[in-house]
């Protein structure tokens, strides 16, 4: 098993050899006084020597080498967060002292900001402070649910410079915490719809479509690129279409257009207002953006079989 390199993740500490063989050191943004954390990476060049020779051993010291005046982003979101936790004198608090610490700081920056909107000011002036409260809280998770999807889709360059062992232990935080939030969230977690029999076997045709397999030898056995379905069982999947949350499998880059046209075959054949309006929310947009996912090797297949 290759050593663990996430302990040398801490500001100015040298090292000449990360796992993709780049020197340097990382540096964080201070996370307080900005709504994202940013993790930088500072790269080394070699000196050149007299000789016109470059230094390429690790037994030169760290003065023969030089810091390369272009630094860049590697991390930033909960991913960066996390890294900065476990370095400070924060790693001796629990778990979810990190959890909360990451997201109260951004739902309440968030909060602040849209409070001087002058499209939500009006609105707030008709509702009471609980239902205020309830409107912002919500409509952080849904924009928070998709920018933290982002925002760990555009930090992996950080694994290139770790090890195997280390993405899968950071995986394990990001799986923890996306769990820790939508549990936060009670209003997501509250609805529910019930739907008989004919509907949940209708319902479950979406499931065996992206189970399917076959060399499209005709409509009923299409060639299937990405199971967006692969990780879940009938039972999740089930739970999942109750709860109208696609958010987790909406926010993986090359299952968005799939996930949101599978929503729309799926208000179609729910056939409830409450049930699309839900389902449409927690992945922030409407069913006519949705509705214009079609750039998918699978649109057409799916196309024949269930649209109407």
Partial sequence: MEETLIPQIKEY??????RNLKGGYFEFQEWKTTPNIK???????????????????????TE?????????????????????????????????????????HLRNI??????????????IKTIGEESTNMFYQDMFYQQHIIDEGNRIENSQGLFEYLTIQDKKEIQRYIDAYFEYIKKYNSTIQQYRIEFDKDTENNVLEIYKFWN?????????????????????????????????????????????????????????????????????????????????????????????????
């Fill in 13 to 18: 500490y040298i090292n000449l050899k990360w």
């Fill in 39 to 61: 993790l930088y990476f500072h790269e080394f060049e070699y000196w050149t020597m007299d000789d016109g020779k470059e230094c390429q051993s690790d037994t030169y010291s």
């Fill in 64 to 104: 023969q080498w030089k810091i390369n005046k272009e630094n860049h982003i590697v991390a930033i979101g909960f991913i960066a967060f996390y890294l900065y936790w476990i370095q400070s004198r924060c790693k001796d608090n629990s778990l979810i002292d990190l959890f909360d610490t990451y997201f109260v």
């Fill in 110 to 123: 968030f909060i602040a900001e849209k409070k001087t909107q002058l499209e939500y000011i009006e609105y």
């Fill in 212 to 308: 399917s397999t076959g060399k499209n030898r005709n409509a009923n056995t299409p060639i299937i690129q990405n199971n967006i379905f692969k990780n879940t069982n009938q039972s999740e999947f089930l739970e999942m279409v109750s709860h109208a949350d696609f958010s987790k499998l909406y926010n993986t880059k090359t299952l968005k257009q799939r996930v949101g046209q599978t929503v729309v075959e799926l208000s179609n054949i729910i056939n409830d207002e409450k049930w699309t309006e839900r389902a449409t929310k927690t992945l922030n947009t409407t069913i006519r953006k949705l509705q214009k996912n079609t750039s998918f090797s699978e649109y057409e297949a799916l196309k024949n079989k269930f649209m109407r």
